[in-house]
């Protein structure tokens, strides 16, 4: 495995490897999620690359951006038996001083987290864009967990004629339900408990929609109501809204439509969502 | 040479062209300043790759989007001898009706041409990160004539890490020293006569800083009363500034120093400038 801070080394160490490429960016803190990621890389392509960046510009100004765990040791042992490249780069080899050019996406980005967290997609969509071009890979590997990031990387890939793959996998669980994050570290006791009631409310969302319930606003309401229960749970938000544009399903709920919902426990903020066939 | 609407299909044809590859992007109505980039990529390169786009997202509400000068006929006839793809994308191609990234050039953008044209280089950022990621050039070429235009593409290359060269070709003039333009034809026969005021107060700059004069509002001020004395003649800007961060010189000029202007002439807005070393 080699490991590669400086972009003209990734370049260099890229044109040699063998094609198809599959690429993982991540910020790092790894768990069984990212390595669900880097394994179906492995599985589809000759050769796997890996990121490790904290992405400072997708931080708001309050937000976790110091707070964020890292254990790049940790990272790397976890890497080295799935992975050819990992890409550590420091955050002034990927901002230069006099950094100045942002990838803007639109519309997409005014709903959900972007509403919740301004400028959170400027910096995503900008640093996803430099890394693709810096690594160049056949297929990009996203976690379906972050849903309306996975929605704004294919709409940018797409709108600026991006020539690769991007590829969405499954969220993967912890034996409650809870999904899988970094930031799941950062929960007291007691919060990770009481975390389980996102994939509950999830659950129930499935539930109601199998039995046929179709009023967009009463499956909100019983998840808001099943979310409330819990002491430290402080609600962002709760959507019914299509996969891709992000549309809010207002009253009746048309398939495909993803279930997405931000919560806060403490200091911690965590999302989750599903998709209802 | 072949002809391609598609992006499908340029990227078909791309992967078969042999390496190194050149790329001159232009809004088309060819004249010999645009002929001069190809002769120069065909020169440096095995293969020459022409865009012909009138990107419609970098001229203002108010602007002359419809009006541009267009004979794709006569344009491809003068590139046939030099160029093996010409790239001729309708304006749906380029921006499906969902289209929705924008890539967004920063502080360069608030002067001189991006402030007398909000959002012009926003459009021009984005249809030329687009062109290089459809044709994946290993050098693209520039005039120096559009002075901005080109700092801002080695700006945003740099910024986003795009694996290619920016190559800027010097600017080829009429005999009275106009610079060549598409937009000259739309000058009335007065105007035309008038417009040779330009480079003649350019000339005056170069021969004023060369005998020691190092006043940029000197300068200025004897270009401005130059041109002033055009009848026709409506100054926008004069400007004398750093030619990568086009941060004006208010005071003392200090070289390399990129002395820059805009003039209208009725409803034809010109711009030429010249570099002091």
Chains 1, 2 share one sequence.
């Not at 990212?34 to 990121?51: D, F, G």
């Not at 997708?58 to 940790?74: A, K, L, M």
């Not at 996203?142 to 890939?157: E, N, P, T, Y």
């Not at 797409?158 to 034996?175: K, V």
Request: aromatic share 6%.
């Amino acid at each position: 495995m080699q490991i590669s801070e400086k972009i003209t080394d990734i370049r260099e160490i890229r044109s040699q490897l063998k094609e198809p490429v599959g690429f993982v960016p991540t910020m790092g803190y790894l768990h069984e999620g990212h390595l669900a990621l880097v394994r179906q890389a492995r599985e589809e392509n000759e050769s796997v690359v890996v990121s490790i960046f904290v992405n400072p510009t997708q931080f708001g100004p309050r937000e976790d951006f110091r707070n964020y765990p890292r254990d790049t040791e940790r990272d790397l042992a976890m890497l080295e038996p799935l992975t050819d490249v990992v890409l550590l780069p420091s955050p002034e080899e990927i901002y230069p001083e006099d950094f100045d050019t942002w990838v803007l996406p639109g519309d997409i980005t005014e709903r959900l987290e972007g509403a919740a967290r301004p400028g959170h997609f400027r910096g995503v969509a900008t640093v996803v864009i430099k890394l693709f071009n810096i690594v160049r890979p056949t297929r990009a590997y996203f976690g379906q967990k972050d849903a309306q990031q996975l929605a704004v990387v294919k709409k940018i890939a797409a709108d600026l004629d991006m020539n690769l793959q991007i590829i969405a996998c499954p969220t993967l669980r912890e034996p409650d339900g809870l999904a899988m994050s970094s930031r799941n570290s950062l929960l007291t006791k007691e919060q990770r408990q009481e975390a389980a009631v996102l994939y509950r409310s999830l659950a129930r969302a499935q539930e109601l929609w199998t039995r046929g319930e179709k009023n967009a606003g009463t499956i909100r309401l019983e998840m808001t109501e099943l979310i409330e229960r819990e002491p430290s749970a402080d609600i962002s938000y709760i959507s019914i809204a299509h996969p891709e544009t992000l549309k809010e399903m207002l009253h009746r709920v048309k398939p495909p439509a993803l279930v997405s919902l931000a919560v806060k426990f403490g200091r911690t903020r965590l999302i989750d969502n599903i998709v209802l066939e």
